[in-house]
């Protein structure tokens, strides 16, 4: 009986047999395993695009104003100074500002400026990293305006 011979040409063909192997092993375990299901698609994506594109043109419609929105702490609190062309009347909206360190400081107020300015109070805000996000309807048409600020 011949015996074979272990060398390093039976080594490598192991080598790569046991790869393969493994690689078969992992992709149908992935691909068959209900745990490790993680679809990039929703059942309703075509919906959530449209959310989003409303989003996109939102956005859009704040950029294109001529005079921008500023947004800056002040001794007080934090204040917005919207463009002079919004009658706060005629304008409906939210605040929210979000806390990305922790979920329980979060809160949204109603958009409610007076003359072109809006003050949220000191003692709204934690010191750190916040991202404000300020969506309103001006005449018919949608505004999002987002900034990451720290206060």
Known sequence: ??????????????????????ILYFVITMSTDKKYSHDLVTDDYYAKEMVYQTEIDAETNTHNLTEKIDSKKVSNGWQITFPKKFESTKTKGTI??????????????????V???????????VRGRWNITIQWTYEGKLYLYKQKIVY
């Open 115 to 125: 003359g072109s300015k809006m003050h949220i109070p000191h003692k709204r805000f």
């Open 1 to 22: 009986m011949k015996t074979m011979k272990w060398n390093w040409g039976t080594g490598i063909i192991f080598a790569i047999l046991s790869f393969i192997s493994f």
């Open 96 to 113: 929210a500002l979000y806390r990305p360190s922790n979920q329980q400081l979060d809160f949204e107020i109603p958009l409610a400026f």
